[in-house]
């Protein structure tokens, strides 16, 4: 008789469901910008495919763009998939370029929120800060820092348990 009733590791590995990549959809957050004879960002592409001489949008504020040459590790490329570094040569925008934007697909832009719900977990809290609503914070999303205001609380999950 087995000491535990669980699948081995390498069952539960076998059985995970890796999430489809959307090879029409291209998605980078951008981390960096410069200027090297024209418009360069740096970032990391999440889904799709993005290729030389495509057009893109730059979220959140919808400028349409063209990708004049890809660089991964400092070499030119044609072509770049997910989880690539790349620097991008762009076209068409000079200055409305900021960390945290997203070049996406014309085609399928991505959504923008003024409001959302999360699920947090409180790592550190000043000494005389109370969590409550409308208690003030700094949100950190890939290379975005953004001040927000915590609107409602909808409930309280208790962390040993983890269950409301």
Known sequence: MPLVEWPCLFEVLDAVEIPPRDPKGPRMPIIDKFKDMGTVVKGKVESGTMHEGYFLLVMPNKAQVKVLAIYCDEDKAIRAGPGENLQVKL???????????????????????????????????????????????????????????????LQQIDPKTRNP
């Not at 809290?125 to 609380?153: M, P, Q, R, W």
């Open 91 to 153: 076209s068409g925008i000079e200055e409305d370029i900021l960390s945290g934007f997203v070049l996406c697909s014309v085609a399928k832009p991505i959504p923008t929120v003024t409001e959302f719900t999360a699920q947090l977990r409180i790592l550190e809290l000043l000494d005389n800060a109370i969590f409550t609503d409308g208690y003030k914070a700094v949100l950190h999303i890939h290379s975005v820092v953004e001040e927000c205001e915590i609107v409602e609380l």
